[in-house]
């Protein structure tokens, strides 16, 4: 009988207990030991049941960030072996949700830095999306020779050093216009690019619209079959497209009612009315959240579900606003301090659509949520709202400052996108080794 693997907690119970020696709930409306306690006791409980036979295939996340993409791999039967990014609060992110990986595989580092330092192990799956500001299109000072734009560069050096059976590149969609560049860099290697899938969440029913390049890459070895396996991942991506359709309701509905903050400067007071850092409430379960916990069968606490601090103008631009609503609206114009720059900052207020998809969420939101006001109460959307809204579990528990939580969950991949193309890259990768018999 195989052993069962022991999984190391200990980087768990040093950041909840450093995350709750920080917290100061005012109202003494929870007792904070008591919870975190409780949260502790969930993840024992959850990791010491955790399967990791479940794993069929082993990968290379690259700009990983909070872990986004890995979210959606891991639950389609796919193992992170090494990951890599250079934001110090998303890696944390990153290691907390995964005990069961090696800390000296979780690399926190500019990956410009290890080409000469480091060599990615085989895999058969790479995967990542290097840092898009200089190609995104609601990057308003982009720069013709972007730096960021060569990034996409050291992740070609990275599959050629792994040499996966294919990868997975994502990036927003102005990635195309370089497309021609990437295709000849990874042809140098030994990899065909294939034509890149434009693809957004709410195509699938998941309750946000959010754009999308991603590019599946195939060894050369396998030329002669290369079509007939992009044609397989495309059908299979098809093939998730079904009739549900979730609106932001949907994602967001269920969970506490909050209020703005109100006090400046005030990042770890918490309370009933601001929310917590670390709750004692339950997830209520509902329909998408049993879509988005997927295999958790214990009951999930509600976890980096806290208001941003907004000055009482703000609030009451919010509270006058009605669904859909932006800064031109009538209602605000007495108030609103942008009116005379209304052709430039006509998204600077948006109140959302409740029974509609949510806006694509984005990294924005580290500095104001004033883009992303909450359809029924008058506030931003929360962290926890926004990591709703990707997909993210319950459970994935966001480490850093709240602006650092907003700023990971922006960056990263939907995980229930992930998951779709996780389902499409293991049916690939199963047809190409089940080839290899023949």
Not at 69 to 79: C, D, H, I, P, T
Not at 91 to 107: A, C, G, Q
Not at 308 to 324: F, T
Request: hydrophobic letters at 35%; a neutral charge.
């Amino acid at each position: 009988m195989k052993k069962k693997e022991v999984i190391d907690l200990s980087y768990i119970n040093q950041q909840v207990n450093a995350v709750s020696k920080k917290t100061n709930v005012t109202d003494k409306s929870i007792d904070n030991e008591n919870v975190k306690d409780r949260l502790l006791k969930y993840y024992e409980l959850k990791f010491d049941s955790y399967d990791l036979d479940k794993f069929e295939y082993d990968f290379i996340d690259l700009f990983c960030g909070a872990g986004g993409l890995s979210v959606g791999l891991e639950q389609a039967g796919f193992r992170p072996v090494v990951a890599v990014d250079k934001d110090q609060a998303a890696l944390s992110t990153y290691r907390f949700n995964r005990p069961w990986m090696k800390s000296e595989n979780i690399i926190n580092e500019d990956i410009r830095k290890l080409v000469s330092s480091y060599t990615f192990p085989h895999v058969p799956l790479v995967v990542g999306g290097p840092p898009c500001q200089g190609f995104s299109v609601v990057n308003k000072q982009k720069k013709e020779h972007d730096e960021r734009n060569e990034l996409y560069k050291f992740y070609v050096h990275a599959v050629e050093q792994a040499k996966p059976e294919i990868f997975l590149m994502e990036n927003v969609e102005g990635i195309l216009k370089v497309y021609d560049a990437i295709k000849s860099d990874f042809a140098n290697i030994g990899y065909s690019a294939c034509e890149p899938l434009i693809l957004s969440p709410k195509d699938f029913g998941f309750p946000q619209s959010r754009k999308r390049a991603f590019i599946l890459g195939i060894k050369d070895e396998y030329k002669s079959k290369a079509s007939e396996y992009y044609e397989l991942f495309k059908s299979s991506i098809e093939s998730e497209k079904g009739d549900k359709k979730y609106t932001l309701w949907d994602a967001i509905g269920d969970l506490p009612k909050l209020e703005a903050k109100t006090q400046k400067n005030s990042t770890w007071l918490e309370n009933a009315k601001w929310g917590y850092t670390i709750s004692g409430t339950p997830i209520v379960s509902s329909d998408y959240s049993k879509k988005i916990n997927y295999d958790i069968e214990i009951d999930v606490p509600v976890l980096n579900h806290k208001s941003k601090y907004n000055n009482a103008r703000d609030i009451e631009i919010y509270g006058l606003l009605q669904q859909g609503e932006k800064s031109d609206a009538e209602s605000i114009q007495e108030i609103n301090p942008y009116k005379n720059r209304a052709d430039i900052f006509r998204d600077k207020f948006d109140k959302l659509v409740a029974n509609e998809p949510c806006k694509a969420i984005t990294a924005h939101m580290y500095y104001d949520c004033n883009m992303y006001i909450h359809p029924n109460q008058a506030r931003g959307l929360t962290p926890r709202e926004a990591a709703r809204v990707q997909g993210f579990p319950d459970d994935y528990f966001f480490l850093g400052s709240p602006n650092e939580w907003y700023r990971q969950i922006g960056n990263a991949v939907s995980p229930l996108m992930a998951r779709v193309l996780a389902k499409s890259l293991n049916k690939v990768l199963r047809r190409i080794y089940a080839d290899g018999d023949n």
